[in-house]
């Protein structure tokens, strides 16, 4: 019984600090900044994450046993796809970091492959 008590007590705290931090995130008036207006190191920082985040998304799936041919295909794209990325990535990250200057070009090659990687997500199966 103390355990029941206690879970739906906690329960009830949970969602009442939930309801008040959503609460308190639609009064602030946060807007997603355009791609363009961002800093070369924050778009050096959002190109890691968003390669960061796909490729141990890769790690995780590549150990699967069970994919079916389809989803193999994809995860032969993907790999593929961050294999070319990332030295454009990390070349980016060392300009920047560097020079404090963006490429331009390399900017809108890694871009271009980061897309590509979203349309892999969009025509994928979850599995």
Partial sequence: ???KNGVRGFSLIFILVLMVGLSACSMTNIKPVPFSDLTAKQKALWMMAVYNREAQDYKLKATFEDLTEPEKEIMREKK??????????????????????SDKEKEDEILKLLTQLER????????
């Fill in 1 to 3: 019984m103390i355990l």
């Fill in 80 to 101: 593929k796809i961050l294999e070319k990325a990332w030295p454009l990535i990390d070349a980016y990250d060392k300009l920047v970091v560097g020079v404090g200057v």
């Fill in 120 to 127: 892999l997500l969009i025509r994928k199966i979850d599995f």
